[in-house]
């Protein structure tokens, strides 16, 4: 791969993941305000329901992931943009890179809380369900967690990365 391919895949990736971090709350908000339907958890939600005040709830209920999956996004687009420029291990990308990392770890708890939430919701407002509670903790969510643990290592290795670049600089 020559210097200016991968300059310009750094560029691109850079700009998906700015149009990413600003199109995923639109994402997961449009098909709970606009259809008849859902799935949560394996339950059917009444349309009739959702419609009014308990339509625009819900959205609220994703707000704390989303926020977590956007502060990511964000601060990965930061580490793109820093190797756009050629600074692969500069302050910038690692910091970035880091709370990436972090982020995707904590984006693991608060799937599992939004998914109780959200069937606790749906379950509240619809009389032939019983109000129910449900944590559920799958192997998504674990997969989740060792993606997100490997994202520390990289992490990781960006930090040595870059303190061996800063050595290396100091010798010359």
Known sequence: MTERFAARLV???GVLIALLSLTVPFAAAI??????????????VNSALLFGMPQLLVPL???????????????????FAAAARGEYFSVEAVKGFRRFAWATVWMVPFNIIQK?????Y????DPEMQNILAVDVGSDDFRALVL?????????????GH???????SIL
């Open 11 to 13: 560029v691109g990736v």
């Open 31 to 44: 098909p709970w305000l606009f259809s008849y339907a859902q799935i949560t958890d394996g339950y059917r």
């Open 61 to 79: 209920l994703m707000l704390p992931l989303l926020a977590v999956q956007v502060y990511g996004l964000v601060n990965l687009r930061q580490t």
């Open 116 to 120: 109780s939430l959200m069937l606790a």
């Open 122 to 125: 749906v379950s509240w407002l």
């Open 148 to 160: 997100a643990v490997l994202f520390l290592f990289v992490a990781n290795v960006f930090s040595v």
């Open 163 to 169: 303190r061996v670049d800063e050595d290396a600089r």
